[in-house]
């Protein structure tokens, strides 16, 4: 079963930053892509950012790029996105997605997503 939890998010003021954990069990999270996507009230998931199976292959959308920064720890089996310089516009419901041994993070491939985690930036 691949089971995913993700941890982190909250209430932050504009400018502020929050970071995100996806712990995984029962399995080897290196064998998979992982996506962070994220819905804002009203609107449609999206892709935040996504780091593939090969090296150096991590993407960020680009509302994000320079802001976020995903990483992962593989003594803990997780992967993290650190947010920097939140803003109003970040606000939503962030997710943690994982697609088997993939290169990008396509929404309608992805194999398990985590339960979801609230950010808010407001003031």
């Known amino acids: 079963q691949l089971h995913l939890v993700e941890s982190g998010g909250g209430l932050v003021q504009p400018g502020g930053s929050l970071r995100l954990s996806c712990a995984a069990s029962?399995?080897?999270?290196?064998?998979?892509?992982v996506g962070w996507f994220r819905q804002a009230p009203g609107k449609k998931r999206e892709e935040v950012s996504c780091?593939?199976?090969?090296?150096?292959?991590?993407t960020y959308a680009h509302s994000v790029r320079g802001r976020f920064t995903f990483s992962r720890d593989n003594t803990k089996n997780t992967a993290s996105l650190q947010m920097n310089n939140l803003q109003p516009e970040d606000t939503g419901v962030y997710y943690c997605?994982?697609?088997?041994?993939?290169?990008?993070?396509?929404?309608?491939?992805?194999?398990?997503w985590g339960q979801g985690i609230q950010v808010t930036v407001s003031s």
């Open positions: 997605g994982i697609l088997w041994s993939a290169w990008a993070c396509p929404e309608t491939s992805v194999d398990s």
């Open positions: 029962g399995f080897n999270l290196n064998d998979y892509a």
């Open positions: 780091d593939g199976i090969r090296d150096d292959d991590t």
